[in-house]
C-alpha cells in the first residue's frame, strides 16, 4: 500500500480536502467482518451479510382489503342496485374451503382469503342486508378492495441487499417471510481512546487546570448507536511510550482504535509518531473545520483514526470523517447522509479551500422556507452549542462568504445516526 507524500504531514504543508480524504479511505479500508446469525429481536441496526430472497409471495393468497362483501363484479348490474344471496361467511384465517359461484356474495372480512372467483369487494357501509340477501350499489370498479396474492412482495425477489444496516421496517418484512434469524456481519470491535494530562475521569476529583473527559464518552455513545461492539480504554497520559504500547495492545483484538488529542504539533501531542512507530498514518492534516488534526491510518491490522481534542471538532469529524470509515469496515452499504437545501439567515466569511461546519438550527420563515439560524457561540471547545443546534451546515471549500438568503447545505444529526 502506497503512503502518501511526506507534504501532507508536515507542518504548514499541504492539508488534503475532505472528498479527497473520504475517496482515499473508500480504496484503502476494505470490510473486516465475518457473519453470525441472529434472532430477529436483535437485529435492529445490524449489518445484513447476505441478500435475502423471498421464498414465497406475500401476501401468500388473495385477499379481502375490507370488511364486506366479495361478488363476482360480472353479476352486478352496471344501472342500478343488484341484490345477492349472502351464501357463506370468510374470516381472516379461515378460508373458505371451495371456490365461490356466479350469484352469490359471501360475508368477507378484512385479510380473509378471497375465495376463486370473486374478484370485488363491497364495504360493509355501502351494503344493506334484507334479511339474507344483501343490496350493493351501483358504481364500483372491478377489482376494488381486492389485494393480489405476491403484490406486497414476489416469490424469488430480493427484498433486501447485503450490506443494509437493517431498520424496523426491514425486520418486519423478514419477518413477513417467516424467517426468524438473518445472517449479519459481526460487530466491528473498535477501541476508544482518550488522551492528555489535562483529561480526567468524570466522577473523579479535578485538579486545577483539568477538564473531566468529555469525547470518550460522546465518541462511545456514538459508536454504540452505530452497532460496534465498543472497548472503553480510558485516558491515556501525554506521554509517547505510554501510547504507542497502549496502541499496539489494543491493535491485536479490535478492528478499529480511535483517539482524540494529541493530535496537533505541539510537544505535547504525541499521538501521531506513536502510530507512525507501529504503523502508518495514510492522511493526518484535513482542510476541515473545526477538525484540521484528523488522521486515518493503521497499528497492527487495525484500523487507527485520530481525532483532535476540541469536542466540537471531535464530533464533526466523527460524523464526516470517521462514521463513513467505520460503516466500510462493518460492511455497510450505506447511502451518503443527505443534505437539505436551506435558507442562509446568518452572515459568515470563510478561507477558501476548506470545508466548514457552522452548528445550526431550522426555523421556517413566513412563506414556510426553512432557514438555518447559526449558533452564536463557534468556538471548537463550546460542547453546549452541538447540544443546542440540530445540525450543521456544510460550507464547502470555494465559498467564501455567506449572506442572508443564500442557499446553503443543512446536514441534520438525524441523518448521521
Ligand atoms: N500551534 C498550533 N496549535 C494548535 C493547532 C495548530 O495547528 N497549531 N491546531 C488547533 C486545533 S485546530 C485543534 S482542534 C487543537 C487540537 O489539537 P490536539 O488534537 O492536539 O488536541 P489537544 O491539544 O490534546 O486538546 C485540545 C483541547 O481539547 C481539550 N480536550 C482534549 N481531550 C479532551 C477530552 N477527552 N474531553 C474534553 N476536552 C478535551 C483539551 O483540554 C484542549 O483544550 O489544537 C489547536 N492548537
Ligand atoms: O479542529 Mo480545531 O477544533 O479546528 O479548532
Not at 473508500?26 to 445484513?48: C, D, K
Not at 365461490?100 to 356474495?105: F, T
Not at 452572515?347 to 421556517?364: C, H, N, P, S
Amino acid at each position: 500500500m502506497v503512503q502518501l507524500s511526506n507534504d501532507c504531514f508536515a507542518f504548514g504543508g499541504e492539508m488534503m480536502a475532505v472528498d479527497a480524504a473520504l475517496a482515499l479511505l473508500a480504496e484503502r479500508v476494505q470490510p473486516v467482518t465475518g457473519s453470525e446469525r441472529v434472532a430477529l429481536v436483535e437485529a435492529q441496526g445490524r449489518i445484513l451479510a447476505e441478500p435475502v430472497v423471498a421464498p414465497f409471495s406475500v401476501p401468500p393468497h388473495d385477499n379481502s382489503a375490507v370488511d364486506g362483501y366479495a361478488v363476482f363484479f360480472d353479476d352486478l348490474n352496471p344501472a342500478g342496485e343488484t341484490v345477492l344471496p349472502v351464501t357463506a361467511r370468510v374470516a381472516a384465517g379461515h378460508p373458505l374451503g371451495r371456490d365461490g359461484q356466479r350469484g352469490e356474495a359471501v360475508r368477507i372480512f378484512t385479510g380473509a382469503p378471497m375465495p376463486g372467483g370473486f374478484d370485488t369487494v363491497f364495504m360493509q357501509e355501502d351494503c344493506r342486508l334484507e334479511g339474507d340477501r344483501v343490496v350493493l350499489p351501483a358504481g364500483l370498479k372491478r377489482g376494488a378492495n381486492r389485494r393480489f396474492a405476491g403484490e406486497d412482495i414476489a416469490r424469488g425477489a430480493t427484498v433486501l441487499q447485503a450490506g443494509r444496516r437493517l431498520r424496523p421496517e426491514d425486520i418486519g418484512l423478514l419477518a413477513s417471510l417467516g424467517l426468524r434469524e438473518v445472517a449479519v456481519r459481526r460487530p466491528l470491535r473498535v477501541a476508544v481512546f482518550s488522551t492528555g494530562d489535562e483529561v480526567r475521569e468524570p466522577g473523579s476529583a479535578l485538579p486545577t487546570g483539568c477538564v473531566y473527559d468529555a469525547n470518550r464518552f460522546a465518541l462511545m455513545a456514538a459508536l454504540s448507536r452505530l452497532g460496534c461492539a465498543v472497548t472503553d480504554l480510558g485516558i491515556l497520559a501525554d506521554r509517547f511510550d505510554v501510547i504507542r504500547q497502549s496502541l499496539a495492545e489494543a491493535a491485536g483484538s479490535h478492528d478499529a482504535l480511535i483517539t482524540s488529542g494529541g493530535m496537533s504539533t505541539g510537544e505535547e501531542d504525541h499521538v501521531k509518531a506513536a502510530v507512525e512507530a507501529n504503523g502508518r498514518l495514510d492522511f493526518w492534516r484535513l482542510a476541515i473545520k473545526p477538525g484540521r488534526p484528523v488522521a486515518l491510518g493503521r497499528v497492527g491490522e487495525a484500523v487507527f483514526v485520530g481525532l483532535p481534542g476540541n469536542p466540537v471538532a471531535v464530533m464533526v469529524t466523527f460524523l464526516r470523517v470517521a462514521r463513513p470509515i467505520l460503516l466500510r469496515l462493518m460492511g455497510a452499504a450505506e447511502p451518503d447522509p443527505v443534505l437539505f437545501a436551506v435558507r442562509a439567515g446568518f452572515t459568515a466569511k470563510k478561507k477558501a479551500g476548506r470545508r466548514e461546519y457552522v452548528r445550526a438550527t431550522l426555523t421556517r420563515g413566513e412563506d414556510g422556507l426553512l432557514t438555518a439560524v447559526k449558533h452564536p457561540r463557534d468556538g471548537a471547545g463550546i460542547l453546549s452549542s452541538l447540544v443546542e443546534s440540530d445540525g450543521f451546515v456544510e460550507l464547502p471549500e470555494e465559498v467564501t462568504k455567506v449572506e442572508p438568503g443564500m442557499t446553503v447545505a443543512y446536514l441534520p444529526f438525524s441523518e448521521v445516526r
